[in-house]
């Protein structure tokens, strides 16, 4: 993953700046708008970031609201029920998402799951609506219901860095090792949606807590990799 250089509203992403792709597809992410017939534009300001391997490119911002895109991974929270669907907040600045009551792996009208306001789902961003299941194979792929455990609240540029993972030699793509180190202490569930909440769940909820807080400070106080570390080995010390 490179890092062109930053844009603001309005210019032109140039074309020594697109991702190399072998199947020429190009994936547009948050920040950026398709110009027919080949122009693509900055809709706001942020750091150009593209991904060869996925030929994708998008803008990263360090603060900002998120902006729903079709394939995101969120966590949603359920707000209130219609006969066929749930209306579900995303940020308390976004539109109700529209989750289909049969939206999950399997379900009917006698196993989809019973719901109610306030309980939480992780899900994936459609074209009009979110799902908790892939609709291309009918799997849940780690979506659904997220029960007990506890969420917290970062910015949507360090929820993306989350969702980057490992390079092959074991680095943090995202430059975040906060979730990483904190499993070599203790163990916990995890899921992080990239309008920017993050659920984890662990054996009590003290783990839960200090994990949790952990995240927040990394992104609030920008610590880099080693500091990360330092801060995890030193706070989960006597949890």
């Known amino acids: 993953m490179t890092t062109p ?3 603001l509203p309005g210019e ?3 074309q020594s700046a697109l991702p190399a792709t072998k199947k020429g597809t190009l994936t ?3 920040g950026l708008h398709h110009v027919p017939p080949s122009t693509i534009s900055a809709t706001t300001t942020g750091s150009l970031q593209t991904d060869n391997k996925k030929g994708a ?3 990263e911002t360090s603060h900002g609201r998120y902006q729903p895109t079709v394939g995101d991974h969120v966590i949603a929270q359920i707000h209130h029920s219609s006969t066929e669907s749930y209306s579900c907040i995303l940020t308390p600045h976004t539109p109700y998402a529209i989750l289909g009551q049969l939206a999950f792996e399997g379900a009917n009208k006698k196993t989809r799951p019973q719901l109610k306001s306030g309980d939480l789902v992780y899900a994936r961003v459609s074209k009009t609506k979110i799902e908790c299941f892939n609709s291309a194979t009918g799997k849940s792929e780690g979506m659904g219901p997220l029960k007990a455990g506890m969420t917290f609240s970062v910015t949507p540029s360090f ?3 989350l969702m980057m993972g490992t390079s ?3 680095q943090a ?5 906060v979730l990483e180190e904190a499993g070599e202490k203790v163990r916990f569930e995890v899921a992080v949606g990239r309008n920017g909440k993050v659920w984890i769940d662990s054996s009590t909820a003290r783990e839960t807590i200090v994990i949790g807080g952990l995240l927040v400070r990394a992104d609030e106080e920008g610590w880099g990799v080693e500091m990360q570390r330092k801060m995890v080995k030193k706070v989960l010390r006597d949890v």
Not at 173 to 177: P, S
């Open 57 to 59: 490119i998008w803008l």
């Open 168 to 170: 092959k030699d074991g």
């Open 28 to 30: 547009l992410g948050p």
């Open 12 to 14: 032109v992403v140039p």
């Open 173 to 177: 793509k995202g430059g975040v090792v």
């Open 159 to 161: 929820a993306r860095r």
């Open 5 to 7: 250089g930053v844009l």
